[in-house]
């Protein structure tokens, strides 16, 4: 599966068939260890506000992120992008690795991001492939360094 989304990012990179622009606003689908729907929206060219409502070991987690969005590439329509932001998770410990059975866990944490993003010009969606660790604060403490997925988000 990685080889797959590493060429379809290496040939978005490749590609000068495909011009793109900036968007306002994009809903989406996000994939990885935790997958959900995602929402960003621009508050300017280069930032933006995301939302993620995710799911994992049959608990939920909600996350807001702020972004700065760069522009260095020769390509139009692709960007580097990275923020900060924070979650808000609920997990029941029988369904997880790290917890205790019979508790149920409410966890606040902080969020970093860090990813690649292509907008297409013809048709209204964007891709982006990003790296989210997370820290919870709160709750059950800890680093989790596994939060990268890939987003596709129709865009208006």
Aim: no cysteine; aromatic share 18%; hydrophobic share 40%.
């Amino acid at each position: 599966m990685r080889k797959i989304i590493l060429g379809f990012a290496l040939s978005l990179l490749l590609s000068g068939a495909a011009w793109a622009q900036d968007y306002n606003t994009g809903i989406g689908l996000r994939g990885g260890f935790s997958s959900g729907v995602t929402v960003k929206h621009f508050l300017s060219n280069n930032s933006a506000l995301e939302g993620i409502l995710s799911t994992r070991w049959q608990g939920f987690n909600l996350t807001g992120l702020y972004e700065v969005h760069n522009h260095p590439f020769a390509v139009d329509g692709l960007s580097w992008y990275y923020g900060f932001g924070g979650h808000l998770g609920f997990w029941d410990g029988d369904h997880v690795n790290w917890g205790h059975h019979d508790k149920t866990y409410t966890v606040i944490g902080i969020d970093g991001i860090l990813g690649l993003e292509y907008s297409f010009v013809e048709v209204p969606f964007a891709l982006s492939l990003d790296w989210k660790p997370a820290w919870n604060v709160f709750g059950h403490s800890g680093f989790w360094g596994d939060g990268g997925a890939f987003s596709i988000r129709y865009t208006f």
